[in-house]
């Protein structure tokens, strides 16, 4: 129970902080379907800004396995400023434009990568190696029964993660900016009238998207592979787009739908091995959330509530 | 008319202005963009620019190059290079014909895995006679992206379904499932994919002598040509075809001008499906023999930024893929012999999209530039 509990929020978490990533930029009303690439191209950012540093940097190694999540989120909004710009300023489809910004990114990653290591580190390789993110354990919190695995062996990313993630989540629901983040995405007119900045709304939450979108990644580098690699492309970003939509475009509805994700999918791991079942099984149980995903979407399709003016590109003189 | 204005702008215009062929026109200009920025990265990492794309194109066979291994020529590198092409022109096509109908197709990987599996598992290990299995397997490839893409029109058109959500969960799903079958049944323990199919089912020749070359022959190439011509007459010639491209522009104008949306719909994935079942048979049982599992192949994403290139007509998909598997195939050949990087070839493919993504934007700004033109 204690294993599905720790496996499962170390990645329902990063998965959540994804999944708002691409609330903020849908709910200004730009589709990001870049959510795969973004995050790669963080955690690619990440890997190297530590690969970089850890060579001349001789203090305390916790302090940049810190930074480099910082350069993660800096790498993220990098890419997510291309796709700003493709879909604001040069008018792209939206949706093109995120599969081509996905496209762009495992090139670019696989060729920086490639050519960095071979021409500055002298090895050819197409990873960076990472440290093993450091855990805690809450002492008294964590003697509580059941609940207490929470708290108990997490990575500290994952206290990150919850204190940004309820941030965004202030942002988004109880101030101006995030009003008007919300409008952006429903009525952008409303928000023109009344003297906001469409453009720069929308600028910035794709932006903010691309942030959160590398910090995501950098951490899935961190606890699934302890390596920046291509394997960094397993479709995590795919299933945090289901994550939003399951959880109609709201934060909170949005992190049940990640814990059941992390869930389902550590549950099933601990199922196969308690079944003795060869590992092969652990394909079947990956198809879990999906499936789960599209069977729901069956049902509530009618009652998911997608920001009105998602995908339209803002023209001024349309009413 | 044009006197005031300075000759870059002249230049734009000429290139992506109102006139004849101006979406061929703009796609060309892309073209010539991200060589040009292609350029750029060769000459940051101290390589001839021109050398490098000779060898590309020598590598792909359109370039007679230096000298040749035995029983090989330039027209066995160029059979190699359609073999390539063949699945990319399926799957460029299955994109347009769905784009054209305003549904977006993100599945082409998904059924492409699936319509592999299908055809090797059913026809791949058997010991039917060659001409047979051939046959049985483009049809299995055909029937089981059509049933895919059913669902997918179904889904769409009756329960109001996001298509490039349940693409999305489809091509995972079907990755995983495919993934455990192949691990279970039909893992090679060697090369850790499945078993690789008999040469009597494959869709490709390899080494077939001719003369006396050898050379890669694929037979399915001529049905995608044959595709392309249909689809084409289909768009442009039919009834259906009519219909199709109307619940594309408007779907509720079509349906208060009396045309089923929903057929449409799902018919035209029934097209699109089973257009990328055969690019998956063409990959799988043709320039490959066998799946990796859990790998969604990149071919399937590529397509939709090929179409997207080949402004999703079916003629422009058709060159837009061959240019796109130029580059694919030519860079093998520039990287052994200027030690480039492999990767760079990927990297220039993307940037050549990420142009052709934003082409509306200079048509649009030669249009205006054009305006000013004329106001002055």
Known sequence: MNTIIIEGLSFSLPLFIIAIGGIYSEGSGITNLALEGLLGFGAFFGGLSYAVLSRSFTGDPTTLIYASLGFAMIGGALLALLHALMCIKFKANQV???????????????????????????????KFLLEVFPKTTIPLLSNIPILGAVFTDFYTFELIIVIVALFMAYLLYKTPTGMHIR?????????????????????????ASGALSGLGGMCFAYSISTTFSPNIYMGFGYLAIAAYIFGSWKIGPTFLACILFGFARSGGYVLVQKLKLPSSYGDLVLTLPYIVTLVLLLFFSSANKPPRALGEVYDQAKR | MLKRTSLLKRLFILCCGKGRHQLLRTSLFCIFLSLLAGTILLLLLDKNPLEAYTSILQGAGILPKGRYAGRKSQLTDFMSLLNYTTPMVFAALSVAVALKCGIFNICVSGIMVFSGFMATVFVGYSNLDPILAKVLVVLIGALSGALVGILIG?????????????????????????SFFIQTRFIDPITRQSVAVGQNARLTLFDHPVGNLKMEIALVFPLALLAVFAIKFMLDRTRFGFELKAVGSNSKASKYAGIHVGKAVVFTMLISGSLAGLAGVSYYLGSNASIQPRVLPSLGFDAIAVALLGNTTTIGSFFASLLVMVFDCGTTYMSSRMQVLREIAALIISILLLFSAIGIFFRNLADRYQQEAEAV
């Open chain 1, 96 to 126: 093109i434009s995120g599969v081509v910004i996905n496209m762009l990114s495992v090139a670019l990653t696989a060729f920086l990568a490639n050519q960095i290591n071979a021409s500055f580190f002298g090895q050819p390789s197409n």
């Open chain 1, 183 to 207: 409008a952006c995405g429903d009525n952008p007119h409303a928000l023109a009238a009344a003297g906001g900045n469409v453009q720069k709304v929308r600028f910035w939450s794709v932006i």
């Open chain 2, 154 to 178: 179904y889904l769409k058109h009756r329960f109001n379904m996001n298509e490039v959500v349940v693409a999305i969960m489809l091509n995972y799903i079907i990755s995983y499932v495919v």
